[in-house]
């Protein structure tokens, strides 16, 4: 199974390393983007392996797709399990997960199941939440959660150009669902 991406994502620029900021840097252009386009949310994702090969990508579709589960970080699991040809994203090599923000309470609990051994995060829950949107419940101490099951996390890796997307998209008046 594949989540069609808009046809834009091809235009995007790809990374030209793997280190954090330059691919965050690719998330948050994907982020940008799709607030231009009008085809979602001010979310997107990208799934690199530990070589530096893209497995999966994934921008906001909740609203283009009518489906509630389409997150960015959603999309790009399943994008990269499609390319992977397994539900263990960690099978042959480490993945990392760039996420434009930090994930909302569904996202956090799909993550740890992907076989991701690495989170990476823009903008922060508190950044999400001040323009509207609702990202559940989760628990306050997370991170150590996700550490005791073998997962990294790297917050705030370029947040402030994160929250301009984020505001950018509050400006435009962007559909705030299940706010």
């Given at each position: 199974?594949?989540?069609?991406?808009?046809?834009?994502?091809?235009?995007?620029?790809?990374?030209?390393?793997?280190?954090?900021?330059?691919?965050?840097?690719?998330?948050?252009?994907?982020?940008?983007?799709?607030?231009?386009?009008?085809?979602?949310?001010?979310?997107?994702?990208?799934?690199?392996?530990?070589?530096?090969?893209?497995?999966?990508?994934?921008?906001?579709l909740v609203e283009q797709e009518r489906c509630c589960v389409f997150h960015a970080e959603v999309v790009a699991i399943i994008n990269a399990s499609e390319h992977m040809q397994s539900w263990d994203l960690s099978a042959e090599h480490g993945a990392t997960l760039y996420t434009s923000a930090e994930p909302c309470a569904m996202c956090m609990g799909a993550i740890p199941w992907s076989g991701v051994h690495r989170v990476v995060i823009a903008a922060r829950d508190e950044d999400v939440r001040v323009i509207g949107f609702d990202e559940g419940a989760k628990p306050s101490d997370w991170i150590s959660v996700y550490q005791r099951r073998g997962i990294s996390v790297r917050r705030d890796v370029l947040r402030e150009e994160s929250i301009a997307v984020l505001r950018e998209y509050a400006t435009r008046g962007g559909l705030l669902y299940n706010a």
């Open positions: 199974m594949t989540v069609a991406l808009p046809s834009w994502v091809a235009d995007i620029a790809l990374p030209t390393s793997h280190g954090d900021d330059d691919v965050m840097r690719y998330v948050i252009d994907l982020a940008r983007a799709n607030v231009e386009h009008g085809t979602g949310g001010p979310f997107a994702c990208a799934i690199v392996s530990d070589a530096g090969e893209i497995l999966g990508v994934g921008v906001n």
